[in-house]
């Protein structure tokens, strides 16, 4: 029996030596030392066994267990750290290797616009002002002569947060801001974004983008807003564009007026950019009703002025050939690319 235990031991230590990896070291275990392995095989002859010798064999068994059990386990550390080793030679990090492409955001159409419009201002020596999103009632209607019972009031235009405060509908609030803390002269823009109580289609969005604009100073006519929005209108649409001014009504100017800009893809000819009109209506324009010069804090005897307001989607619309206003809010990059 001692022989057969030398001999297991041998064999098994034989095995363990020729094992290639883990999966083939648990083989080994099973074989020899598990419930049905050889060690127990052998063990159950201990039965027949004299008294004496039973206690001398089982010592001897015990000690192969352990031999095996050492070697096994010595094996298997060699194994796995062998293992962890070919793993972190094909780890290795190459910080010479080229990188991957990096891609650089770009300017959202509607900023870049409002940028190029800021700068054709600047450079007339216009000033540019920040008002607030939400905003009073008293400045976004009352302080611009626009009476309560006024259409634009109607809840079904506004977002009202409470009675008297609301999201700006437009940014002509600024102009009332500017006047209060100003004295004449004034020559300021004020690009932002205004709410209004819209369903979302190809041409509305609940929130958009308005630049107001407003002059104030003494002996300001109506020829001069006409040169500013000439000159402007040059400046953003090219040398030739000229303007159109059309009777209207705004409650903060008057006289009022929208402005067209001629089609700058046709010439005014008319073509489909323009609907075969010649003309691409941008503006809401005319001279500073002296109602909000007062409320402003400006004496209407003294000083005039006049003051404009373009929304900026329809601007960048034109401008791209964008049909659909929902594409300038998706965020979707493969729009976006096409601008930077
Ligand atoms: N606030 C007007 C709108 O939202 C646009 C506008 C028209 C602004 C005439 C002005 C102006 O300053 O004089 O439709």
Known sequence: MKERLMNLKEEALKSLEAAGDLAAL????VAFLGKKGALTEILRGMGKLSAEERPIVGEIANRVREEITEALNAKKDRLAAAESEARLACEK??????????????????ALVQEQIENIFISMGFTVEDG??????????????????????????????TDKVLLRTQTSPVQARTME????????????????????DATHSPMFHQIEGL????????????????????????????TR????????????????????????????????????????????????????????????????GMGVERIVMT??????????????VRFLRQFS
């Open 26 to 29: 648990d083989g080994i275990r």
């Open 93 to 110: 990090l190459d910080v010479t290797a080229p990188s991957g492409v990096i891609s650089l955001g770009g300017r959202h159409p509607i």
């Open 132 to 161: 607030p999103e939400v905003e009073t009632d008293y400045y976004n209607f009352e302080a611009l002569n626009t009476p309560a019972d006024h259409p634009a009031r109607d809840v079904q235009d506004t977002f009202y947060i």
């Open 181 to 200: 803390k100003t004295k004449p002269p004034i020559r300021m823009i004020c690009p932002g974004r205004v709410y209004r109580s819209d369903a979302v």
């Open 215 to 242: 002059v104030v100073d003494r002996n300001i006519t109506m020829g001069d807003l006409k040169g500013t929005l000439d000159l402007f209108a040059q400046k953003m649409f090219g040398e030739q564009t000229k």
């Open 245 to 308: 001014f059309r009777p209207h009504h705004f409650p903060f100017t008057e006289p009022s007026a929208e402005v067209d800009v001629s089609c700058f893809v046709c010439g005014g000819k008319g073509c489909s950019l323009c609907k075969g009109e010649g003309w691409i209506e941008i503006l809401g324009a005319g001279m500073v009703h002296p109602n909000v010069l007062r409320a402003g804090g400006i004496d209407p005897e003294e000083y005039s002025g006049f003051a404009f």
């Open 319 to 332: 401008r791209f050939g964008i049909r659909d206003m929902r594409y300038l809010y998706e965020n979707d």
